[in-house]
DNA sequence: TAGAAGCAGATTTTT
DNA sequence: TCTGCTTCTA
C-alpha cells in the first residue's frame, strides 16, 4: 500500500479509518481530494467487495474525477469499479428499480429547474417563477404536502402557492415527470415506508463516503440517515468554513452536528498545499468573523509569499483597466494564462472587467454562463426526443410544433388547447377531423403529428439524420454558434447507440457542462463558480458594501464566500475595490467591504452589525411544533422573539429555538 | 402570424 | 444597461 506513504499524518489517519462514522474537516486546499480518493482505494485493497461502497457527490466531475484517481491508485485488480455517484443519480437509480412501489411507472422523465419554471408559469401568470419555483423546493424539503401549505398560510399569497404547488405536483403525475427534488424526496420517502427494504439497501452498501458534506440538504441527510440504518459506516469530507449554497437549499448546519447526528470521529486537515501563508492568514483572519463554525485554522505547507494586496480604484472602469495591465504583465513574464483568473460576487460585474480585457487584447473565458443542454437551440432538439419518447408531454409539444416556423401561432395553439379537454395534443389531432381550425394549419399538425410517429419508431442513432432532414433546424438559426451546437448534439446523439433514447434524456438532465478548458485565456467568473478551483494569480473584484457583501441578510455566508474566494489564490492575490461603481444605468458611490478590514488587509474599526435572515414570511422548523411560518418579529433584549403561526396556532418563540428553511 | 416597439425588473445556482 | 416579456401593427 505504497498510495498510504504519500499522506501526511491527519490525512492518513483519515484514510485508513474504517468503521464508524468520521468526518473529514478538510480545509481548502489539504488534499481533500487525495485523501478520500486514498481511502477508496485503501479499502478497496483490504479486500472490500466495490459493490459495497458507495461514494456520493455534488456533481458527476467530480464523481469522475474521484472514480479515476481511486482506480488510478489500486491499479485494475479488481472485479469491477466501485460505486461513485451524484446524490441525484443515486436517486435516479434507485427510482428506476423502486417507484413502482409509489404506484409509479419507472419511464419517468426528468424536468429541469427551466423545465420546472415554464410548467409553474403555465399555472399561474401572476406570481414570479423563480418564487414559486423556489417556494415549492422549499415545500418539498420539509415534506409538506400542497394542503399542509394551504393551512400553514397566513397570507393570499402562500394560499395561492399552496393551490399552485397542488396542481404543479398533479401535473408531474399526470405526465409522469420527476423533479430535481423529487429524485431525492421520492427516494427518501420510498425508503422510509419500506423498512425492509431500507435495511437491504442499508445493507448492501456497507462502507459511504459524501463529498462536500457542507452542501448537503435536509432530504439528504435523512437520506444518508436511511442508508446507515444497519451499520455506521459514513465518512463524509467537508468544510464548514466553505459552505456556499445556503440559498440553494443547502444546510449548513448539517455539518456542524455531524458529529453529533451519527456519534462521528472528527479529523481536521489543516495543512495547506495551496497557498503561501500571507493568504492563509487574510482567510483565517476574516471567517474567525463567523460564529457558527467549526475552529480551525489554515496553515501553509509553502512558506509565507508575497503580501496580499487590496487596491483602491476611483471607479469600475479604472479598476478593470488597472487589472488588465496587471494581466498583460504577467502574462508577459509568461505566466500561463489558466493560471489567472478574475472573480466577482455577482455576474454584473463582469461587465466592466471583459471591457478592460478586450481593451489590452487579453483572452478570456467566461466560466458559467449557460450551460451547454440550456441553450435555447439544445432545449429545442431535446423537446423533440421528448416528444418521441412521451408524445402525451404537452410542454414539449408546445415548444417544438413551431420550431421551425410551421405557422402553428399562438392561436391555433389556444383553439386546440380548448378543444382537446383532457387528452394530449398529439392524442387529440391524431383523432380530431380539426375543423375548427385552418385546412391548412390542420394538415401542417396532422404532418407533424405523424413525422413524430415515424420518428419514434427509429433507433436512437438514425434520428439525428432523419430530424435534420426534415426540420433543418440547423440552417433555421441563424446565429453560427447555435447552427454549431446543433451539429455538436446530434453528434452527441449518434453515440449513444447503446441506450435508448429515454435513457439517454434521462442521464442528460443530470449532466453538467463540462467546460473545454484551454490553456490560452484567463479566467473570469463568480465566486460560486470557483468553489474548487486554483488559481496562481487571482484578482478578487467588487469589495464594497453592497456588492459583497451584497447584504446584510446572511453575512456569515457571504463571509464564507469570501473565505472561499481567497483561498483560490496560490501565489498572488489582488483585492480591489472603487469608489464609485456604475449599475443598471446608475452611478452609485460605495464604501468598501467590511471584508477587507476583517481580513486585516487595511486598518479600520471592525463594526459588529449582524443580523440574521429570518424575516416576517420566512418558513421556519420547531422541534416540538413542527413547521410554521413567522409573521411577527420583536426584540427581547438583544434577541429576537418570533410570532409564529403552526398552521392555526400562533406561539411566541424565541428565535434561537427555531431552524430556518 | 411574425417582427417591432414598449416596459418592468434585475444575487449567487453543483442537480 | 440589458434582457425578456407583453402589446402593437403590417
Given at each position: 500500500?505504497?498510495?498510504?506513504?504519500?499522506?501526511?499524518?491527519?490525512?492518513?489517519?483519515?484514510?485508513?479509518?474504517?468503521?464508524?462514522?468520521?468526518?473529514?474537516?478538510?480545509?481548502?486546499?489539504?488534499?481533500?481530494?487525495?485523501?478520500?480518493?486514498?481511502?477508496?482505494?485503501?479499502?478497496?485493497?483490504?479486500?472490500?467487495?466495490?459493490?459495497?461502497?458507495?461514494?456520493?457527490?455534488?456533481?458527476?466531475?467530480?464523481?469522475?474525477?474521484?472514480?479515476?484517481?481511486?482506480?488510478?491508485?489500486?491499479?485494475?485488480?479488481?472485479?469491477?469499479?466501485?460505486?461513485?455517484?451524484?446524490?441525484?443519480?443515486?436517486?435516479?437509480?434507485?427510482?428506476?428499480?423502486?417507484?413502482?412501489?409509489?404506484?409509479?411507472?419507472?419511464?419517468?422523465?426528468?424536468?429541469?429547474?427551466?423545465?420546472?419554471?415554464?410548467?409553474?408559469?403555465?399555472?399561474?401568470?401572476?406570481?414570479?417563477?423563480?418564487?414559486?419555483?423556489?417556494?415549492?423546493?422549499?415545500?418539498?424539503?420539509s415534506?409538506?404536502?400542497?394542503?399542509?401549505?394551504?393551512?400553514?398560510?397566513?397570507?393570499?399569497?402562500?394560499?395561492?402557492?399552496?393551490?399552485?404547488?397542488?396542481?404543479?405536483?398533479?401535473?408531474?403525475?399526470?405526465?409522469?415527470?420527476?423533479?430535481?427534488?423529487?429524485?431525492?424526496?421520492?427516494?427518501?420517502?420510498?425508503?422510509?415506508?419500506?423498512?425492509?427494504?431500507?435495511?437491504?439497501?442499508?445493507?448492501?452498501?456497507?462502507?459511504?463516503?459524501?463529498?462536500?458534506?457542507?452542501?448537503?440538504?435536509e432530504?439528504?441527510?435523512?437520506?444518508?440517515?436511511?442508508?446507515?440504518?444497519?451499520?455506521?459506516?459514513?465518512?463524509?469530507?467537508?468544510?464548514?468554513?466553505?459552505?456556499?449554497?445556503?440559498?440553494?437549499?443547502?444546510n449548513h448546519k448539517?455539518?456542524?452536528e455531524?458529529?453529533?447526528?451519527?456519534?462521528?470521529?472528527?479529523?481536521?486537515?489543516?495543512?495547506?498545499?495551496?497557498?503561501?501563508?500571507?493568504?492563509?492568514?487574510?482567510?483565517?483572519?476574516?471567517?474567525?468573523?463567523?460564529?457558527?463554525?467549526?475552529?480551525?485554522?489554515?496553515?501553509?505547507?509553502?512558506?509565507?509569499?508575497?503580501?496580499?494586496?487590496?487596491?483602491?480604484?476611483?471607479?469600475?472602469?479604472?479598476?478593470?483597466?488597472?487589472?488588465?495591465?496587471?494581466?498583460?504583465?504577467?502574462?508577459?513574464?509568461?505566466?500561463?494564462?489558466?493560471?489567472?483568473?478574475?472573480?466577482?460576487?455577482?455576474?454584473?460585474?463582469?461587465?466592466?472587467?471583459?471591457?478592460?480585457?478586450?481593451?489590452?487584447?487579453?483572452?478570456?473565458?467566461?466560466?458559467?454562463?449557460?450551460?451547454?443542454?440550456?441553450?435555447?437551440?439544445?432545449?429545442?432538439?431535446?423537446?423533440?426526443?421528448?416528444?418521441?419518447?412521451?408524445?402525451?408531454?404537452?410542454?414539449?409539444?408546445?415548444?417544438?410544433?413551431?420550431?421551425?416556423?410551421?405557422?402553428?401561432?399562438?392561436?391555433?395553439?389556444?383553439?386546440?388547447?380548448?378543444?382537446?379537454?383532457?387528452?394530449?395534443?398529439?392524442?387529440?389531432?391524431?383523432?380530431?377531423?380539426?375543423?375548427?381550425?385552418?385546412?391548412?394549419?390542420?394538415?401542417?399538425?396532422?404532418?407533424?403529428?405523424?413525422?413524430?410517429?415515424?420518428?419514434?419508431?427509429?433507433?436512437?442513432?438514425?434520428?439525428?439524420?432523419?430530424?435534420?432532414?426534415?426540420?433543418?433546424?440547423?440552417?433555421?438559426?441563424?446565429?453560427?454558434?447555435?447552427?454549431?451546437?446543433?451539429?455538436?448534439?446530434?453528434?452527441?446523439?449518434?453515440?449513444?447507440?447503446?441506450?435508448?433514447?429515454?435513457?439517454?434524456?434521462?442521464?442528460?438532465?443530470?449532466?453538467?457542462?463540462?467546460?473545454?478548458?484551454?490553456?490560452?485565456?484567463?479566467?473570469?467568473?463568480?465566486?460560486?463558480?470557483?468553489?474548487?478551483?486554483?488559481?496562481?494569480?487571482?484578482?478578487?473584484?467588487?469589495?464594497?458594501?453592497?456588492?459583497?457583501?451584497?447584504?446584510?441578510?446572511?453575512?456569515?455566508?457571504?463571509?464564507?464566500?469570501?473565505?472561499?474566494?481567497?483561498?483560490?489564490?496560490?501565489?498572488?492575490?489582488?483585492?480591489?475595490?472603487?469608489?464609485?461603481?456604475?449599475?443598471?444605468?446608475?452611478?452609485?458611490?460605495?464604501?468598501?467591504?467590511?471584508?477587507?478590514?476583517?481580513?486585516?488587509?487595511?486598518?479600520?474599526?471592525?463594526?459588529?452589525?449582524?443580523?440574521n435572515?429570518l424575516?416576517?414570511?420566512s418558513l421556519v422548523k420547531h422541534k416540538?411544533?413542527?413547521t410554521?411560518?413567522?409573521?411577527?418579529?420583536?426584540?427581547?433584549?438583544?434577541?429576537?422573539?418570533?410570532?409564529?403561526?403552526?398552521?392555526?396556532?400562533?406561539?411566541?418563540?424565541?428565535s434561537d429555538f427555531v431552524e430556518k428553511i
Amino acid at each position: 500500500m505504497k498510495f498510504l506513504e504519500e499522506l501526511n499524518e491527519a490525512q492518513k489517519k483519515a484514510a485508513t479509518h474504517i468503521d464508524g462514522a468520521l468526518l473529514i474537516l478538510a480545509g481548502a486546499g489539504s488534499g481533500k481530494t487525495k485523501t478520500i480518493t486514498t481511502r477508496l482505494a485503501y479499502l478497496l485493497s483490504l479486500g472490500i467487495d466495490p459493490a459495497s461502497t458507495l461514494t456520493l457527490t455534488f456533481t458527476n466531475k467530480a464523481a469522475s474525477e474521484m472514480k479515476q484517481r481511486a482506480l488510478n491508485l489500486i491499479g485494475d485488480n479488481i472485479s469491477h469499479p466501485p460505486l461513485l455517484l451524484t446524490f441525484h443519480k443515486f436517486g435516479l437509480i434507485f427510482l428506476k428499480l423502486y417507484i413502482h412501489l409509489l404506484n409509479r411507472n419507472n419511464n419517468f422523465v426528468i424536468i429541469d429547474s427551466d423545465d420546472q419554471k415554464k410548467i409553474l408559469k403555465s399555472i399561474s401568470s401572476d406570481l414570479p417563477p423563480n418564487f414559486m419555483s423556489k417556494e415549492i423546493s422549499k415545500y418539498k424539503n420539509s415534506f409538506l404536502s400542497p394542503d399542509e401549505v394551504y393551512n400553514l398560510a397566513n397570507e393570499k399569497v402562500y394560499k395561492q402557492m399552496a393551490l399552485i404547488y397542488d396542481k404543479y405536483q398533479k401535473y408531474l403525475l399526470e405526465n409522469n415527470l420527476v423533479d430535481f427534488d423529487d429524485l431525492l424526496l421520492l427516494t427518501y420517502q420510498i425508503l422510509n415506508e419500506n423498512k425492509d427494504l431500507a435495511k437491504e439497501i442499508s445493507n448492501k452498501y456497507q462502507y459511504i463516503m459524501v463529498d462536500e458534506y457542507q452542501d448537503t440538504n435536509e432530504i439528504q441527510l435523512l437520506l444518508l440517515k436511511k442508508l446507515c440504518l444497519t451499520h455506521s459506516n459514513i465518512c463524509v469530507v467537508g468544510d464548514d468554513d466553505q459552505s456556499i449554497y445556503g440559498f440553494r437549499g443547502a444546510n449548513h448546519k448539517n455539518i456542524l452536528e455531524f458529529e453529533k447526528d451519527f456519534n462521528a470521529k472528527v479529523i481536521k486537515l489543516e495543512l495547506n498545499y495551496r497557498s503561501t501563508n500571507q493568504i492563509l492568514k487574510a482567510a483565517n483572519s476574516l471567517i474567525s468573523f463567523n460564529k457558527n463554525r467549526y475552529d480551525k485554522k489554515l496553515i501553509s505547507a509553502l512558506g509565507d509569499g508575497k503580501e496580499v494586496e487590496v487596491i483602491e480604484n476611483f471607479n469600475e472602469v479604472a479598476e478593470a483597466e488597472t487589472i488588465a495591465k496587471r494581466i498583460k504583465e504577467l502574462i508577459q513574464n509568461g505566466v500561463s494564462p489558466n493560471e489567472i483568473a478574475v472573480l466577482y460576487r455577482i455576474n454584473a460585474l463582469s461587465r466592466s472587467i471583459e471591457d478592460g480585457l478586450r481593451s489590452y487584447g487579453i483572452n478570456y473565458k467566461l466560466v458559467g454562463g449557460m450551460k451547454f443542454y440550456e441553450r435555447e437551440e439544445i432545449k429545442d432538439l431535446i423537446s423533440y426526443l421528448r416528444l418521441i419518447v412521451n408524445p402525451n408531454d404537452d410542454y414539449s409539444f408546445k415548444r417544438v410544433v413551431n420550431k421551425p416556423r410551421r405557422g402553428i401561432g399562438k392561436t391555433t395553439l389556444i383553439k386546440l388547447e380548448e378543444a382537446k379537454k383532457d387528452k394530449s395534443f398529439i392524442e387529440f389531432i391524431k383523432e380530431d377531423d380539426l375543423n375548427f381550425i385552418s385546412k391548412k394549419a390542420a394538415k401542417t399538425l396532422k404532418d407533424f403529428v405523424q413525422f413524430i410517429n415515424f420518428l419514434s419508431k427509429l433507433p436512437i442513432e438514425e434520428i439525428p439524420e432523419i430530424l435534420e432532414e426534415n426540420i433543418n433546424l440547423s440552417t433555421s438559426y441563424k446565429d453560427e454558434d447555435k447552427k454549431r451546437n446543433v451539429e455538436e448534439f446530434y453528434g452527441m446523439i449518434r453515440e449513444k447507440k447503446d441506450l435508448t433514447l429515454r435513457e439517454f434524456l434521462n442521464e442528460l438532465s443530470l449532466e453538467s457542462d463540462q467546460d473545454k478548458l484551454s490553456d490560452a485565456l484567463i479566467n473570469v467568473m463568480t465566486i460560486h463558480a470557483s468553489k474548487g478551483l486554483e488559481f496562481e494569480h487571482l484578482f478578487v473584484i467588487g469589495l464594497e458594501e453592497g456588492f459583497f457583501p451584497l447584504n446584510d441578510a446572511d453575512i456569515e455566508e457571504e463571509r464564507r464566500l469570501a473565505y472561499v474566494a481567497i483561498t483560490r489564490a496560490k501565489k498572488e492575490l489582488v483585492l480591489s475595490y472603487t469608489k464609485s461603481r456604475y449599475l443598471r444605468g446608475q452611478r452609485t458611490h460605495v464604501n468598501k467591504s467590511r471584508f477587507l478590514t476583517e481580513a486585516g488587509l487595511i486598518k479600520g474599526k471592525v463594526a459588529l452589525k449582524e443580523s440574521n435572515s429570518l424575516k416576517v414570511g420566512s418558513l421556519v422548523k420547531h422541534k416540538v411544533f413542527g413547521t410554521g411560518r413567522v409573521i411577527g418579529i420583536n426584540k427581547a433584549g438583544n434577541k429576537k422573539k418570533l410570532k409564529i403561526d403552526f398552521g392555526g396556532s400562533v406561539r411566541e418563540i424565541l428565535s434561537d429555538f427555531v431552524e430556518k428553511i
